[in-house]
């Protein structure tokens, strides 16, 4: 990977095939392989968030000052995880259909979150960031 532009929008599509799929079980009403998506899914995602708030965020930060864009991202990145257990608990509890509403919403909130990280703040960081692009992209490439 060139850019960290490349990187971290190809994990946001790995992530999302891996939402696809607890979707499409919960739509055929298999509760058992949408929990084990779910699980894989959730995995993925703190990976991908981890990696950016270890790494790619501080390093924003360390030229752009704290604030900003990046506490956005941590925000938007602290509704996704509250959504997260939220549907781990339903999917205990069996909810399907309330599985299928917090996916809904869940899905709007991470199609918004990707859109201003890849049109935005990635394309930023490739180029505040192109000094120290090859040690940064080892590092996110290690977490993603």
């Known amino acids: 990977m060139d850019s960290i532009s490349e990187l971290l929008t190809k994990d946001h599509q790995r992530c ?28 993925a995602m ?8 270890e790494a790619l965020f501080p390093a924003l930060e360390s030229r752009i000052g704290a604030g900003g864009p990046t506490e956005v991202m941590r925000m938007e990145h602290g509704m996704m995880r509250d959504l997260f257990q939220e549907l781990r608990q339903e999917l205990g509890r069996r909810n399907g259909e309330r ?32 000094d120290e692009r090859p040690r ?6 290690a977490s993603a």
């Open 16 to 43: 999302d095939q891996l939402f696809a799929d607890v979707e499409a079980a919960l739509g055929a009403g298999d509760l058992e392989r949408a929990d084990k998506g779910f699980a894989d899914f959730v995995r």
């Open 46 to 53: 703190e990976r991908h968030l981890g990696s950016e708030e």
């Open 99 to 130: 599985c299928l509403g917090l996916c809904e919403t869940l899905l709007v909130l991470m199609q918004q979150h990707n859109l201003k990280e890849e049109q935005i703040l990635y394309r930023m960081a490739d180029n505040i960031l192109a």
């Open 136 to 141: 940064l992209l080892v590092r996110l490439a």
